[in-house]
């Protein structure tokens, strides 16, 4: 399947200061929507972002100034459910996933993806203990896509 790459353009993993697993966790989440028809991905953030979300559209957290409060309430379960389908998916990819010669840290990355991270990544227990910025980032995602 094609990705449409446009979905969550202005959505980079990369400006939550997450640690690289966080980070690679954020940007397979990431991957796997931008897979996603794009009629299917509000409904899919629909049922992970707080309530107080559910109205708002455009911008980011920290560009509409709100609360920890308001973002931070995130249903833990749907997220878990969302990790362990986008962990499905980039396993599948990862098997045709090679570097280039001499490219050694694409080769490494790849390699701890494919035989360190995504073989014992579980949703739940990675939410029981994910950092708030990852909330941050799923409700900027609902924030782009809604």
């Known amino acids: 399947m094609e990705m449409n ?3 969550l353009r202005d959505v980079h993993a990369d400006e939550y200061g997450f640690s690289i697993t966080d980070l690679t966790v ?3 989440i990431k991957a796997y929507l931008q ?3 794009v009629d299917v991905v509000p409904e899919e953030l629909r049922k992970i972002v707080s309530p107080e979300m559910q109205g708002l559209r455009g911008g980011t957290v920290k560009s509409r100034g709100l609360q920890q409060e308001q973002w931070s ?3 833990r379960d749907a997220l878990a459910v969302l990790i ?3 962990r499905t998916a980039a396993t599948i990819s990862a098997m045709e996933w090679q570097a280039q010669p001499g490219e050694n ?4 990355t790849i390699e701890f993806m494919r035989d360190d991270l995504f073989p014992v990544l579980d949703g739940k227990e990675y939410v029981a203990s994910m950092p708030v910025e990852m ?3 799923i409700t900027d995602c609902w924030l782009t896509v809604a």
């Open 105 to 108: 840290l694409l080769e490494r």
């Open 135 to 137: 909330s941050e980032f």
């Open 26 to 28: 954020a940007a397979m």
């Open 5 to 7: 790459t446009g979905i």
């Open 73 to 75: 309430g995130i249903d």
């Open 35 to 37: 897979s996603e028809k």
């Open 84 to 86: 362990d389908n986008a």
